[in-house]
Nanobody, 123 residues
Framework: QVQLVESGGGLVQAGGSLRLSCATS????????MGWFRQAPGKEREFVAT????????SYANSVKGRFTISRDNAKNTVYLQMNNLKAEDTAVYYC????????????????WGQGTQVTVSS
């Protein structure tokens, strides 16, 4: 059973930075496409960023492009989301996702989800 565990969320002022981590266990991390999604209160879960199994391909939502960076360390079975210049509208629960195709994850049709980590940006 594949497990994803997010960490690194918290409260930060607008303009600040956070780095989220997602540690994976129970599977073959190097075979998985990985992604980050977020869900604000009263809203649907939305795509944030994704990275292919090799790490060579990435994609971002327009709302975070230029501010967020996704990366992965296949030796540590971990994917990261570096978030800079945070805005109040980035406030949400952030979820890590994995899919065993190895490709980019661009929608919520994934195989595994983490439990989520709260990010709150004060203005």
């Amino acid at each position: 059973q594949v497990q994803l565990v997010e960490s690194g969320g918290g409260l930060v002022q607008a303009g600040g930075s956070l780095r989220l981590s997602c540690a994976t266990s129970g599977g073959t991390f190097g075979n998985y496409g990985m992604g980050w999604f977020r869900q604000a209160p009263g809203k649907e879960r939305e795509f944030v960023a994704t990275i292919s199994a090799s790490g060579f391909s990435t994609s971002y939502a327009n709302s975070v492009k230029g501010r967020f960076t996704i990366s992965r360390d296949n030796a540590k079975n971990t994917v990261y989301l570096q978030m800079n210049n945070l805005k109040a509208e980035d406030t949400a629960v952030y979820y890590c996702a994995a899919k065993n195709t190895g490709l980019l994850i661009l929608n919520t049709n994934v195989h595994w989800w983490g439990q989520g980590t709260q990010v709150t940006v004060s203005s």
